[in-house]
């Protein structure tokens, strides 16, 4: 028997490790809006070694695909280096890439102006936190997404490896 199909999960807050200017919050990139960078309803950190936003579902999720809305009216090429970790706690800075959790995906990138990107498809883990992060190596730089949709279970689940390029 198959158990029902994945469905739209509903983050219950965001936070991200720093806030640009203040004017774009983490919870805009969980709004509904993909055509934020256009309306003003898209989330931006200030320029960091490794910028991260955090999607809080309040309780254990099992993921099984994510679709990030890169900002479309400039700077896309900003979101490279990119690892997506499901985990129970999060980050302490955006100074230091994430270990916690299970690694969920990777995109190495860079991505285009207005992309939407979809991690992974059919991959199970579990989590109360999904967590999109930059490595900016040894320099600074930001994320600034326009939105971040998550499609799983409540619940835990199994736990497998995929990384994209």
Known sequence: LLGPSP????????????T??????????IDGRKDGSRTGSM???????APWLALDFGLPV????????????????????VEVWVA???PNSGHQTFTGGHL?????GPAKN????????????????VIVQIDNGQGTGYLNLNEVTVWGKKGKAYQTLVTLS
């Not at 989330?43 to 070694?49: F, L, P, Q, V």
């Not at 099992?62 to 280096?81: A, L, Q, T």
């Not at 969920?104 to 190495?108: C, R």
């Open 43 to 49: 989330c931006h950190t200030r320029g960091e070694k």
């Open 114 to 129: 207005g992309d939407a990107i979809t991690l992974p498809s059919g991959t199970k883990f579990a989590g109360r936190f």
């Open 7 to 18: 469905s739209l999960l509903k983050a219950v807050s965001a936070k991200m490790s720093s």
């Open 104 to 108: 969920l995906a990777s995109f190495k």
């Open 20 to 29: 640009y200017s203040g004017e774009f919050p983490a919870e805009r990139c």
């Open 62 to 81: 099992s993921v099984e695909k994510i679709v990030i809305n890169n900002r479309e009216d400039c700077c896309g090429d900003r979101f490279r280096n």
């Open 88 to 90: 129970d706690q999060l």
